[in-house]
C-alpha cells in the first residue's frame, strides 16, 4: 500500500486534476482570475496561484504585513470579462424556473407525508378514538394554523422529548405539524428543522441515520465541490485549517525536510496552501512528504483513490519549485500502525487531526477505545507537531435528549452564520446544507452505538485525552491568530475568535463553534 509519487511533468494548471471551481468571494461574485501574493498567512483559504493562472479556485482577502508588522489587506479586483459573456433575461428565467422546480420535487420527497407514520396514526384516531374522516380533516386544519404560531424550535424539542419518552403517538403528532413549519428554502431554523424532522423520522421509524435519508449521495466531484463552497462561506471550518498549518509551518520554519502524516487527506486541499507558503519561505523550500490517510470505504472518496491526490498535489509542488514526495495510506485511521506511516530518519513528522478525530470510536462505543489507541501511536512517533481542529460539541456519551438539545443549539448558529455569507438564492445553497452538514446532523440524532458516527467532544475533553496520552500543549501563532482575526471581521461582525488556556475557539456570536490547538 505504499506508493511514491514524485511531482511530474506538466503542461498547465489543468493537469493537476483539481477541481476549477469559479472563484467565490465573500459577497459571493464570480470571478476567474486573482492575483495575490503568496505568504506564510495564506495556510488555508485556497487563494489563487501566481499570475501565470495557476489553479484557481476560491478566492479570499490576501493578508500582508507591513514592515511594522500590521496586517493590511489587498482584495483583488474584478472586471467586467471575468463574468463572461453577457447572460440574457430569458436565461436567467429559464435559470430560477429550474431552480424552483428542482426546490419542488426536493421538498416533495423529504416533506410529503411518510406514509407510513401517518397511516399509522390515522388508524390510531379512526380505531382508538374513533374520529370520523372530516374531524381529521378538521383536526389537521387547526394544527396547520397552530403551526403558523408557533415556535419551530420548541416544536423540534417537543417532539424530540416524546421520543426520548417512548410517547409515539404524541411524537407523531408533532411530526405532522413540523411537516407544516419546516422548508429547506426558508429562515435558518427552518432549514436546519427540515433535516432534524429526517432525523427524529428515522429514530422513531428506527431506520438508522442512512435509511432516513431520501435524498441521494453526490457524485465524488460533486461532494468535492459542495465542501469547498462550504468552507468559503463557514469560516470556522476555514480557519480551523489555516490555525493548523499555521502551527506547523511555525514548527519547520528551520527544518530541511518535513513529513506531513494527514490522518484524514480527503481530497488534499488542506496543503495546497502550505506548499505555497513553504515556496515562499526565505532561504528556499524544504522538501516536503505527505501521508495521505483516508479509508477508501469514506464517503469522500475521490472516484480513484489516493493516487490521484498525490498525482495533484505532486504537480502542484512541482509548479512552485518545492520538492515533493506523496505516501499513500489507502487505509483507516483506526487501523493504522507504525509500518504504514514510513517514518524516515532526519524527517521532522507533524500529525494532522483536523475534522478526524471525532469520528473514531472510543471508549464508550467499544473496549478497543480506537481514539485513544490512535492518540499513543501518534505519540510514539518522533512529532515536532500534532495539531488537532474539532467542531466545538459535545454529543459523545450525552443521551439521546440532551444530545438533542445539544446539536439543535449548534447547528441553529451554524445555519445562521451560513445565511450571512451565503445568498438564499444561491442554487448550491441547498446542495451544500444537505450534503456537507444534513447527514452529520441526521446521524447524531437518529444513531446509537456504533452506527453512530458523529461523536463530538468540547476541547476540554480533547484536551485530557491528550495529555493522557502524553502530549503538552503547543502554543499557536499569534501572528497566524492576529491574521484570523482580521479575515474574521471581513465576513461579519457576529463571528467571533477567542484566544483561552493556548487553544483558539472560532465561533458565532455566543456560540463556539470549532476549535483548534497544537501539541508536542
Not at 272 to 297: K, N, S
Not at 464 to 479: D, E, I, K, Q, V
Amino acid at each position: 500500500m505504499s506508493n511514491t509519487l514524485y511531482y511530474q511533468p506538466m503542461q498547465e494548471i489543468e493537469a493537476y486534476g483539481f477541481p476549477q471551481f469559479q472563484t467565490l468571494d465573500h459577497q459571493l461574485c464570480y470571478s476567474n482570475s486573482s492575483h495575490g501574493k503568496t505568504s506564510l498567512l495564506n495556510y488555508a483559504t485556497l487563494e489563487s496561484s501566481p499570475s501565470n493562472g495557476f489553479y484557481t479556485v476560491f478566492n479570499s482577502p490576501t493578508f500582508t504585513f507591513s514592515p511594522g508588522g500590521s496586517p493590511t489587506s489587498q482584495q483583488e479586483s474584478h472586471s467586467d470579462k471575468n463574468y463572461g459573456s453577457p447572460i440574457s433575461l430569458s436565461c436567467v428565467r429559464d435559470d430560477v424556473n429550474e431552480f424552483r422546480h428542482k426546490l419542488r420535487e426536493l421538498e416533495s420527497v423529504m416533506l410529503g407525508p411518510d406514509s407510513d407514520i401517518l397511516e399509522n396514526y390515522e388508524n390510531v384516531l379512526q380505531g382508538d378514538i374513533d374520529i370520523a374522516s372530516a374531524d381529521i380533516d378538521s383536526w389537521r386544519q387547526i394544527m396547520e394554523s397552530v403551526s403558523r404560531r408557533r415556535d419551530l424550535k420548541q416544536v423540534l424539542v417537543a417532539c424530540a422529548k416524546s421520543i426520548s419518552e417512548n410517547d409515539a403517538f404524541t411524537a407523531q403528532r408533532w411530526i405532522a405539524e413540523l411537516r407544516q413549519m419546516v422548508s429547506v428554502s426558508g429562515e435558518p431554523i427552518e432549514r436546519l428543522g427540515a433535516y432534524v424532522l429526517e432525523g427524529l423520522v428515522a429514530r422513531l421509524t428506527s431506520s438508522g441515520g442512512s435509511g432516513g435519508l431520501k435524498w441521494k449521495e453526490p457524485a465524488s466531484n460533486d461532494l468535492l465541490s459542495y465542501m469547498h463552497i462550504l468552507y468559503e462561506v463557514c469560516p470556522p471550518f476555514k480557519f480551523g485549517y489555516m490555525s493548523a498549518n499555521g502551527a506547523i509551518a511555525e514548527a519547520m520554519k528551520d527544518e530541511n525536510r518535513v513529513h506531513i502524516i494527514d490522518f484524514q487527506i480527503g481530497q488534499g486541499s488542506q496543503w495546497v496552501t502550505l506548499i505555497q507558503a513553504f515556496a515562499a519561505r526565505p532561504g528556499g523550500p524544504p522538501h516536503i512528504r505527505i501521508t495521505g490517510i483516508d479509508d477508501p470505504e469514506s464517503a469522500y472518496a475521490r472516484g480513484g483513490g489516493l493516487n490521484i491526490v498525490g498525482q495533484r498535489l505532486s504537480k502542484l509542488a512541482k509548479s512552485f519549485k518545492v520538492p515533493f514526495e506523496f505516501h499513500c495510506g489507502g487505509i483507516a485511521a483506526t487501523k493504522v500502525q507504525v509500518e504504514n506511516l514510513g517514518i524516515r530518519a532526519g524527517e521532522a513528522v507533524a500529525a494532522n487531526f483536523a475534522f478526524v478525530l471525532h469520528r473514531m470510536p472510543d471508549e464508550s462505543v467499544s473496549t478497543r477505545n480506537d481514539r485513544d489507541c490512535l492518540l499513543r501511536l501518534v505519540k510514539s512517533l518522533p512529532a515536532k507537531v500534532v495539531t488537532l481542529v474539532e467542531q466545538e460539541s459535545n454529543t459523545n456519551t450525552a443521551a439521546f435528549f440532551p444530545r438533542f438539545t445539544e446539536a439543535l443549539d449548534y447547528y441553529a448558529a451554524m445555519f445562521e452564520s451560513i445565511d450571512v455569507t451565503l445568498p438564499r438564492a444561491h442554487k448550491e445553497r441547498i446542495n451544500v446544507e444537505q450534503h456537507c452538514l444534513a447527514r452529520d446532523v441526521v446521524n447524531v440524532i437518529a444513531c446509537e452505538g456504533s452506527e453512530r458516527v458523529e461523536r463530538h467532544e468540547v476541547l476540554g475533553k480533547w484536551k485530557s485525552r491528550f495529555r493522557m496520552a502524553g502530549f503538552t500543549p503547543y502554543p499557536l501563532s499569534p501572528l497566524v491568530n492576529a491574521t484570523i482575526k482580521t479575515l474574521l471581521e471581513s465576513y461579519s461582525d457576529k463571528y467571533r475568535l477567542v484566544e483561552r488556556d493556548g487553544a483558539l475557539y472560532l465561533g458565532w456570536m455566543n456560540r463556539d463553534l470549532v476549535a483548534s490547538c497544537a501539541w508536542k
